[in-house]
């Protein structure tokens, strides 16, 4: 008898291996939803907006804090791009093109042309202001899409990396907010 239950679990156990060990995008494409799309869809052009405000910041301002905040945005969120854009396309979606003439109104914390223009038209303490102010909006607008994910989405690393976006972005938002002083 235990010789037969141990070849019926083995048999179960070597299945299921064969199952996982099938394409990536095989498991991706049986593994993800409307809402995986929509936020990877989403999250790209908002990922794109926030790199080109940090950018920005390189060479307009003028605190050594805002400049350092600005790499790592950067640093974390230019990764999180390519991440999503592979998964879009093992899901057989379109990735966004980059941002020039697309309309973001339906995006929370999405910075309008004006919005963007008046940044690009700053430098030292005033960009540092604007820049601060803008990112605790554009961060506040990512952490709701990545809860969205969280309660939506299906696929697994999609909800993974939304967790990471809401817990690495929520403690920028609070570094950003002790840089202009109002962190209570």
Same mark, same amino acid.
């Given at each position: ?113 004006? +919005? #963007?223009?008046?940044? !690009?038209?700053?430098? /030292? ?6 820049? @601060?102010?803008?990112? %605790? =909006? ?5 952490? +709701? #899409?990545?809860?969205? !994910?969280?309660?939506? /989405? ?6 993974? @990396?939304?967790?990471? %976006? =809401? ?18």
């Amino acid at each position: 008898m235990r010789t037969r239950i141990s070849t019926v679990l083995g048999t179960v156990a070597a299945a299921a291996l064969l199952a996982a060990c099938g394409s990536d995008a095989e498991t991706t494409a049986q593994d993800h939803n409307a809402a995986d799309v929509s936020f990877a869809t989403e999250m790209i052009p908002h990922h794109r907006q926030a790199l080109e405000m940090a950018e920005m910041a390189s060479t307009r301002a003028s605190s050594p804090d805002v400049v350092q905040l600005a790499e790592e945005i950067a640093g974390a969120q230019d990764p999180e791009i390519e991440t999503m854009s592979g998964w879009l396309e093992a899901w057989g979606e379109p990735v966004p093109e980059e941002m020039g003439g697309m309309e973001m109104g339906g995006m929370p914390g999405m910075m309008s042309e004006e +919005q #963007m223009r008046a940044l !690009e038209g700053a430098s /030292g303490a005033a960009f540092d202001e604007m820049f @601060l102010e803008m990112m %605790i =909006e554009h961060h506040t607008g990512a952490i +709701q #899409m990545a809860q969205t !994910e969280q309660s939506d /989405g299906q696929y697994p690393e999609a909800i993974d @990396l939304a967790e990471q %976006i =809401e817990e690495g972005q929520t403690a920028e938002v609070e570094t950003m907010q002790d840089l202009l002083g109002t962190n209570e």
